[in-house]
């Protein structure tokens, strides 16, 4: 037996609570893993409170979208039992069962080693956020961004993927400007590496006109909605924005000129279909960051009976950097 947060689902109202399994109530997958840690994610947040229609499985359903863990059988794959793996989305915890369980069976598609120079619990501190924030600085630096080139911006920067996007970008030597709404998270943006910090007001409402004056070489956008509307008229010319979040709206205003007049880009970041090939570069280029910096970026661990009450508070935006979760607390 194993303990695993289950959720059910009954007249549209969600309710999770850890329950006790066996290996045969797993899904029909091919390798079975002892999950060490898992994380919470936005995404997590709104499964296990079921504000948003992440789970696409069958209820009873374990969710959460990451894990790390110990292979136990490979079955007939070519992934060696002993080696310690890590599946960031994917599905996972989303169409199949997710991380947050001490025993998980996952398809071996999108499983990635864990690189040398990051422990379990480290690559959890990373997690889909981590992983995302780092598929945003690969993509704007395919689209020719390089330090020097100006300031970039980071939105939603005291979360989880702009907290790891501040660090990463800062540590390749870019000008980081971070845009937050909670002030109390200031002095741990500049830790980070931020040169500067604009309050998320300096966005709201949208752009005042279809072209504003130039500022940005590049940005990272964990906000979408206004935000995003606003950034898009401010880009630098053939300057790029990794779009990759709506925590603040997912509907999107703008007009054709930034995009015809100054060659701004607009890039797409799915972190759940990354390529395999992707996946082990980003994760390469992730055990590269400092120890302490994941450190700063830990905000806590927390045991799988305290995900309900952690998920409401991601929702509520009073999550700052990422949270582990110990399966095996
Ligand atoms: N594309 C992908 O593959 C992918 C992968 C992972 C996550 N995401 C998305 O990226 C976003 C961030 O995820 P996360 O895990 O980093 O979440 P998170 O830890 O909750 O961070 C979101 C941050 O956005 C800011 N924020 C919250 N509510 C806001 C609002 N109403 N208006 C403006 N800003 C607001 C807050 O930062 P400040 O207080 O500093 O302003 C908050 O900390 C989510 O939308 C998530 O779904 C996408």
């Known amino acids: ?63 959460g979208i990451d894990l790390v863990g110990r292979v136990v059988d490979g079955g ?42 990051l422990t379990p619990l480290e690559s959890m501190v990373v997690g889909t ?27 939603g920067a005291s979360g989880g993927v702009g907290s790891v996007a501040v660090a990463l970008l800062a540590r390749r030597g870019y000008d980081v400007v971070a845009s937050s709404g909670s002030e109390d998270a200031y002095d741990y943006l500049h830790e980070l590496g931020a040169l500067r910090i604009v309050g998320r007001d300096a966005f709201a409402g949208g752009p005042s006109r279809p072209l504003e004056s130039a500022q940005w070489a590049g940005a990272v956008d964990t906000v979408g909605g206004d935000t995003l509307a606003a950034l898009i008229p401010q880009m630098d010319r053939h300057a790029s924005i990794a779009a ?3 925590a603040g709206g997912a509907a999107l ?9 100054r060659g701004v880009n607009l890039l797409g970041i799915d972190s759940n279909t990354a390529t395999l090939k992707h ?29 309900p009450a952690w998920s409401r508070k991601i929702l509520q935006g009073d999550v700052r950097g990422r949270v582990v979760v110990d399966v095996n607390a």
Not at 26 to 43: F, G, R
Not at 91 to 101: A, D, I, K, M, P
Not at 253 to 261: C, G, H, R
């Open 1 to 63: 037996m194993f303990d695993a947060l289950v959720l059910d689902s009954q007249d549209d109202a969600v309710t999770a609570a850890v329950q006790s399994l066996e290996d045969t109530q797993l899904p029909d997958e091919e390798v079975l893993v002892d999950v060490l840690y898992s994380s919470l994610n936005y995404k997590d947040g709104l499964a296990v409170t079921g504000e948003g229609k992440i789970v696409r499985g069958d209820y009873p359903f374990v969710p």
């Open 253 to 261: 205003s703008t007009t054709v000129f930034p995009f015809i007049l």
């Open 76 to 117: 007939l794959s070519d992934v060696e039992e002993g080696a310690v793996v890590i599946q960031t989305g994917g599905g996972l915890g989303e169409s199949t069962w997710g991380g947050y369980s001490q025993r998980q069976r996952v398809a071996p598609t999108w499983l990635v080693p864990l690189p040398d120079d």
């Open 244 to 246: 990759c979040g709506n």
């Open 279 to 307: 996946r082990r570069e980003a994760w390469s280029q992730i055990a590269q960051l400092p120890n302490d910096v994941l450190s700063q970026i830990h905000a806590a661990t927390i045991a799988l009976g305290e995900v």
């Open 129 to 155: 956020a981590g992983f995302t924030a780092m598929l945003s600085v690969m993509a704007l630096e395919h689209e020719g961004l390089q330090p020097g080139d100006g300031e970039v911006v980071v939105t």
